[in-house]
């Protein structure tokens, strides 16, 4: 084919942008405290477990961010991050092990072994703590001046997300490949387990808001019979908790049939969202006023993990598959979309 100078100036135009845009590689980040850190868990077993960077004040997304700064892979399934002070961890659940990074610069700083199969992390002013799936399912407690195990708690099988109030911290147990539907109390005081609230089925998320009311989301389950054909399901459901007598206050039914994943407060709105997780549709409004569903979703497109920010923008990650890169849709208080970003592959969730 006979090419003219416009045709091979376009070919320049179209390779040049191509080649930077596929392989940019960073080697500095914005000096900026307000950052969004994004975790995409890959495909399980090939060590592909990226982070994302977000900047709201100046809407730039990074990808790869930890890859690209240390020069060598994270690991396998990142599923979730957790800043405390001027460090981010990063619990790796398949390579059993977090990274430990500066929460600005990321550039490393240590690594957190023999600890088995980490889900999420809180902190106080003097420890971490850190549910983990495996040994029957406990909490590590990890001095966060050395960056090691002291100690673990027994709790259920599948501990999952966590709060710390001002004496306890409690402990969501979904049961991880099984069924759990309970909640562990621990006071922080002795680190001793304490009380043990029976819930709803595979309780999952939990959230202490400012007026110190405890909101714990169960996922609910789906009933198999022997041949793995569905035959019902237990519903999903808000629990309210009191901390001051530790018990059960109020249980609000959400879906006779679906089971969202994920709970956010949104501080606009003063109310909390949900939604995520495989198979469930849409992000909802929990009128906290009411203490009532909103049964017309804010956005009924599929999450895999649900989130806000500080200024009450809410974020929704599409993980349409774990061999390609998902997406992060940010959007406004009412569910419509502002912006829509590529990120790295199976993105869950975020924190900031």
Request: aromatic share 8%; glycine share 8%; net charge negative.
């Amino acid at each position: 084919m006979k090419m003219n100078k416009y045709t091979i100036l376009l070919i320049l135009i179209g390779l040049s942008f191509g080649s930077c845009k596929k392989d940019e590689v960073i080697t500095e980040l914005p000096q900026s405290q307000n950052v969004i850190y994004i975790s995409n868990e890959g495909a399980f077993g090939f060590g592909n477990a990226s982070l994302s960077l977000y900047y709201p004040d100046e809407n730039k997304l990074i990808n790869h961010a930890f890859r690209d700064i240390n020069n060598r892979p994270l690991g396998d399934v990142l599923q979730s991050t957790h800043r405390h002070n001027n460090r981010l961890y990063l619990l790796l659940n398949a390579s059993s092990k977090i990274e430990v990074a500066d929460a600005i610069t990321l550039e490393e700083l240590d690594v957190i072994q023999n600890i088995s199969m980490p889900r999420y992390m809180v902190s106080n002013d003097l420890n971490g703590y850190v549910s983990q799936w495996g040994n029957n399912g406990s909490v590590a407690i990890i001095d966060l001046e050395l960056n090691r195990i002291m100690d673990s708690i027994a709790v259920g099988t599948g501990p999952e997300k966590m709060i710390l109030t001002d004496n306890y911290l409690m402990v969501c147990n979904s049961g991880g490949f099984g069924v759990d539907s309970s909640i562990s109390v621990i006071d922080i005081h002795n680190n001793q387990l304490i009380k043990t609230l029976v819930v709803g089925d595979i309780p999952i998320d939990i959230l202490q808001l400012q007026d110190k009311t405890i909101w714990v989301l169960c996922k609910g389950k789906i009933i198999y019979d022997a041949s793995w054909q569905v035959i019902g399901h237990s519903p999903s459901k808000l629990v309210k908790i009191s901390e001051s007598t530790l018990s059960i206050e109020k249980e609000v039914n959400l879906f006779a049939d679906q089971h969202p994943a994920q709970m956010t407060f949104n501080s606009l709105s003063s109310n909390i969202h949900v939604g995520g997780g495989f198979g469930f549709q849409g992000i909802y409004e929990f009128d906290l006023s009411t203490e009532l569903l909103n049964s017309v979703p804010l956005s009924s497109r599929s999450f895999y993990g649900i989130g806000s920010d500080m200024n009450g923008q809410l974020y929704g990650f599409e993980s349409p598959s774990f061999s390609a890169e998902g997406k992060m849709i940010r959007m406004n208080s009412q569910g419509n979309v502002l912006e829509e970003y590529q990120v790295g592959i199976g993105p869950n969730g975020m924190s900031w």
